[in-house]
Each structure stands twice: as C-alpha cells, then as structure tokens.
T-cell receptor
Framework: DVKVTQSSRYLVKRTGEKVFLECVQDMDHENMFWYRQDPGLGLRLIYFSYDVKMKEKGDIPEGYSVSREKKERFSLILESASTNQTSMYLC?????????????FGNGTRLTVT | QKEVEQNSGPLSVPEGAIASLNCTYSDRGSQSFFWYRQYSGKSPELIMFIYSNGDKEDGRFTAQLNKASQYVSLLIRDSQPSDSATYLCAVGSGGYNKLIFGAGTRLAVHP
C-alpha cells in the first residue's frame, strides 16, 4: 500500500512566522500535490510537482511556495503565515498526472495561525 | 456555475437502503471520474474511479457515468452506519492534467 506521511497532525503558528509542512511518500510516485481543504470550498490545489525540482502552480498558490529536492519528499512553505491560511492541508501522491490516476492522501495537517 | 457540483446534504438514509450520490460537471471534455470517501477528521480515500460511460460495480458500490448529460453518480447498496461520511466527487480534465473536486455530499446512515 502507498503510504503518504505528513510530519505534523496539528500545528499552531503565529502570524508572520515561516511555516514548513513536510510530506514523504514511499511508492516512488512521480507526482505529488498539496491541497488545502476548507468547509464548503472542498479541496483546492495549491501546488503540484511532477518531478524532482519541478513544480507547477495550482489554483491558489499565493502566499505559498514548495520544494522538491528528492523524489519522495515534497514540502509546502508558508513564507509569512497569515490567519487566512488557517486550514487543513493535505499532501497527496499519484502514479500519473492529476486527472489520470487516483490520489493517495496523507493524514493531513491542521494548521492554525493566530 | 461551479465546475463540479454536489449537493452538500446531509443525505439521510436508513440502514440497508440504497444511497444515491450525484455529481455534475461542466467540462464536456472531462475524461476521468473519481469518488473519494472522507470520514470526519480523516483524509480522503479512494472508493472508485470510472472512465467510460455506463456502470462500474465494486462490491456494494456502483459508479454510473453519463457523459452526454455530464453527471456521475455513486450508489451504495445495503447502506451501513459505517458508510456515514462525506463523499467527494473529483473530475479529471485538461488532458488528464487537471483534477477538480466537488465540495462533497455528507451521507448519514441511521440504524
């Protein structure tokens, strides 16, 4: 089974802090994704990566950046956290592109920015 | 118009009944369709995917796709309380380069 592991289940950060969310997958998947999930808005794509050091902006990249130095690891960075970034963050990986094969999700990180 | 629309629910069904969850999408060129289940406080997990018109069955679950009418549905037979969750419809388009999620339908199965 594919395992996608997110480093933190819950995080509380202060406004203006730099925040790192880490994600590791163990199935040698090329594609990795970061989503945020908010009530009533569903899952929205922040960034995705289809190869090491490659990244593509999703639908809501503003205020975020990503890093993929190794195939198995995809990090989401909040350069200067703001209260409107309080959300559930979900990392996912897949064998093929976003719409071509199923996504395997991590357990999520619930981030609160105060 | 949202790209992928689902009734937010809750959809309440008695145990043992058939639950019918519906999803409509706007991109006529969409090629792939996924149903995910998400329990409260947990991450989504894949239930089924379907690419071709018609029905696809897996145990108690049946996905139905009608591309002409731009809808995809999920039927859950013999519903159990453990099926109570939010069901997310996701539609792949743009040549498999884009996946759009609906906001989800909350299903409640009562004994």
């Amino acid at each position: 089974d594919v395992k996608v592991t997110q480093s933190s289940r819950y995080l509380v950060k202060r406004t203006g802090e730099k925040v790192f969310l880490e994600c590791v997958q163990d199935m040698d998947h090329e594609n990795m994704f970061w989503y945020r999930q908010d009530p009533g808005l569903g899952l929205r794509l922040i960034y995705f990566s289809y190869d090491v050091k490659m990244k593509e902006k999703g639908d809501i990249p503003e205020g975020y950046s990503v890093s993929r130095e190794k195939k198995e690891r995809f990090s989401l960075i909040l350069e200067s956290a703001s209260t409107n970034q309080t959300s559930m963050y979900l990392c996912a990986s897949s064998l093929s592109g976003p719409g071509a094969s199923p996504l395997h999700f991590g357990n999520g990180t619930r981030l609160t920015v105060t | 118009q949202k790209e992928v629309e689902q009734n937010s629910g809750p959809l309440s069904v008695p145990e043992g009944a058939i639950a019918s969850l519906n999803c409509t999408y706007s991109d006529r060129g969409s090629q792939s369709f996924f149903w995910y289940r998400q329990y409260s406080g947990k991450s989504p997990e894949l239930i089924m995917f379907i690419y071709s018109n018609g029905d696809k069955e897996d145990g108690r679950f049946t996905a139905q796709l009608n591309k002409a009418s731009q809808y995809v549905s999920l039927l859950i037979r013999d519903s159990q309380p453990s099926d109570s969750a939010t069901y997310l419809c996701a539609v792949g388009s743009g040549g498999y380069n884009k996946l759009i999620f609906g906001a989800g339908t909350r299903l409640a199965v009562h004994p």
